[in-house]
């Protein structure tokens, strides 16, 4: 569970630090699989999402894409 929380913060840190970083989607998708793994959902829908909106052709996004589509079958 403190892995979980490291990742929450280390996740929330790079993306106010490097909004602009070409690394910015794979944090957003670790950081919504971090709340998944602490069973919030709801945050890890909206954040991949969001992943999902903005960088609709990186490989995090079809990713997130088919986690999501499994979960909402």
């Known amino acids: 569970m403190q892995l979980t929380r ?5 996740g929330r840190t790079a993306v106010r630090t490097f909004p602009q970083s070409q690394h910015l989607p794979s944090a957003l998708f670790s950081l ?27 490989p995090m996004a079809l990713k997130a894409t ?3 589509e499994v979960i909402l079958r």
């Open 6 to 10: 490291d990742m929450l913060k280390f």
């Open 32 to 58: 919504g699989q971090a709340f998944g793994d602490m069973r919030d959902d709801s945050r890890k829908y909206t954040i991949w999402k969001a992943l999902i909106e903005e960088y609709p052709n990186h």
């Open 66 to 68: 088919r986690s999501l």
